[in-house]
């Protein structure tokens, strides 16, 4: 019997060591799901290209951007669950876009296989020069004695949340003003629309840099890396405060578990390379790599703090 177990645990190895060695067997396709150029965009790109050196097989993206990253998440889901197709969710594919749609067409959970939490990237809480608030007990004190007066702008849903979570957590009725995406917030802040904004540090770098906006905190529980100098929320009193948009890495359902430990390995050494971080922590990245269960958790505890205020709040995507 025991000599028949250990025969076993040796067949169940060589098992899965073939299926790690016999991949990638061809070129691998990583979905983005959004347009080139932007911070995920060269994510995707050093990782497919950090991957391709460690396979000796190409890895080409694919920018399918649209749909609130439905139609990204709907052409990983209908792949072949060979590993020769892996998606690059953002947080609100997994999280929020259950809440958002009456008809989501895939299941965060039933549809993909997880395999890492790649990056996570703090919010950063920007003001123009239309308000003299220079600090956020300013801007907090300024709110309170004008309420709906102090006006921040949103392109995502994500980025709305992160400031109806700081009106909740600060006490106060900053008013919301929609935008169709962060380039709209940018130019909406730097033409005076709008007083403040909660939004990635990458597309506000340059402009906090210049003096043309000024960083008040950001909302990470802990300094961001691409701006030190800059307290969080959660150390000037707002506690417990966090609003970080994080990227993961998906296969389609049932890819097999060999496959996806290979890659869940291969995308941590990557991301661990200094000429990696050296490219993506100036946009705000943290890199996280992972295991799969780590990712899991996150959708978890992500969901439940989110989809209770998106009801709250009655968004909609459609």
Do not use: C
């Amino acid at each position: 019997m025991i000599r028949a177990s250990a025969a076993a645990l040796l067949t169940l190895g060589a098992a899965v060591a073939g299926a790690q060695s016999a991949f990638p067997s061809k070129t691998v396709r990583l979905i983005v799901p959004f347009p080139p150029g932007g911070p995920a965009d060269v994510l995707g790109r050093a990782l497919a290209k950090g991957l391709a050196d460690r396979w000796g097989q190409a890895v080409v993206v694919d920018n399918k951007p649209g749909g609130a990253t439905v139609i990204a998440a709907m052409e990983a889901v209908r792949a072949a669950p060979d590993g020769h197709t892996l998606f690059l969710p953002i947080d609100s594919t997994l999280t929020m876009n259950p809440a958002l749609f009456s008809r989501l067409p895939y299941d965060p959970v039933r549809d993909f296989a997880p395999i890492s939490l790649l990056a996570i990237q703090p919010l950063v809480l920007v003001a123009n020069d239309t308000t003299s608030a220079r600090t956020v007990a300013q801007l907090i004190e300024q709110a309170k004695a004008a309420p709906e007066r102090i006006n921040f702008g949103s392109g995502t849903i994500g980025t709305q949340l992160a400031g109806e979570m700081f009106n909740r957590a600060a006490g106060v009725r900053l008013n919301h003003v929609p935008y169709k995406g962060g380039p709209d917030v940018a130019k909406a802040l730097l033409g005076g629309e709008i007083q403040v904004s909660f939004d990635g540090i990458a597309a506000n770098l340059q402009h906090i840099r210049s003096g043309r906006l000024h960083a008040l905190a950001t909302t990470g529980l802990e300094r961001a890396a691409a701006l030190p100098e800059v307290p969080t929320l959660n150390e000037l009193g707002l506690k417990d405060y966090e609003a970080r948009v994080w990227l993961g890495l998906m296969a389609p359902a049932r890819t097999p578990p060999a496959i996806v430990e290979r890659i869940q390995s291969d995308a941590k050494a990557v991301l661990m390379r200094p000429d990696v971080r050296k490219l993506i922590e100036p946009l705000g990245f943290e890199p996280i790599a992972s295991t799969p269960e780590g990712l899991v958790q996150r959708m978890r505890a992500d969901s439940a703090r989110l989809v209770p205020l998106i009801k709250e709040l009655g968004l909609k995507l459609d």
